[in-house]
């Protein structure tokens, strides 16, 4: 009788942790990438499914974590602005986490903020008004996300949070060996 209590007890605590987990499923390695969407500040849309053909960069962040992936972000310019044929097959998508300002007039002074920006580093900065994306890749909120796409769709690399110098390497190492495949 002893060891049912303990068995039922096991099992219950494991239904009950089951239900309040919040783990995510982080993207896999190996695994083909869902239609993620993100739009610009004047509304044109990137969806990852029709970025296949292209090795794909994404970094996303929202205001609190931009700061996580400076070096990576340095790393990834430097590279990129020394290779030419690597910039032309690699497209690196900044992808902004704004779901906590998708109301008006927040909208409006982010979507400013975020056009001056994306003047400053020379790129589109897409937006996730409502968090489709990170949910749509299982990212985790409130803090940076590195994933790199084959382009095939494949999933080639995913981390969270401040990469270490070498998980800074083996992101860019992915993304270099798929650059080179399509030359």
């Known amino acids: 009788m002893g060891k049912l209590r303990v068995?039922?007890?096991?099992?219950m605590g494991a239904v009950l942790?089951?239900?309040?987990?919040?783990?995510?499923?982080?993207?896999?390695?190996?695994?083909?990438?869902?239609?993620?969407?993100?739009?610009?500040?004047?509304?044109?849309?990137?969806?990852?499914?029709?970025?296949?053909?292209t090795t794909v960069f994404v970094v996303y962040e929202d205001k609190e974590?931009?700061?996580?992936?400076?070096a990576l972000k340095r790393e990834l310019e430097e590279w990129l602005s020394h290779?030419?044929?690597?910039?032309?097959?690699?497209?690196?998508?900044?992808?902004?986490?704004?779901?906590?300002y998708d109301s008006w007039p927040a909208r409006g002074f982010v979507k400013d903020a975020i056009r001056e920006e994306s003047k400053k580093?020379?790129?589109?900065?897409?937006?996730?008004?409502?968090?489709?994306?990170?949910?749509?890749?299982d990212l985790a909120k409130g803090k940076s996300?590195?994933?790199?796409?084959?382009?095939?769709?494949?999933?080639?690399?995913?981390?969270?949070?401040?990469?270490?110098l070498e998980q800074r390497r083996e992101a860019i190492a992915a993304a270099k060996r798929e650059a080179a495949r399509t030359r």
């Not at 068995?7 to 099992?11: D, F, I, M, P, S």
């Not at 239900?19 to 083909?32: F, I, K, L």
């Open 7 to 11: 068995l039922q007890a096991t099992a």
């Open 17 to 53: 942790s089951l239900g309040s987990s919040t783990t995510r499923a982080a993207p896999t390695v190996g695994a083909t990438a869902k239609d993620a969407r993100a739009v610009d500040v004047d509304g044109r849309v990137l969806s990852l499914e029709r970025m296949r053909g």
């Open 65 to 70: 974590s931009g700061k996580q992936n400076q």
């Open 83 to 100: 290779d030419a044929k690597a910039h032309a097959s690699v497209f690196v998508a900044p992808v902004a986490d704004v779901s906590e």
């Open 121 to 137: 580093v020379g790129m589109t900065i897409w937006c996730d008004w409502d968090a489709s994306f990170r949910k749509t890749l």
């Open 145 to 164: 996300n590195v994933v790199v796409l084959g382009r095939d769709g494949r999933v080639l690399f995913a981390a969270e949070g401040a990469l270490s």
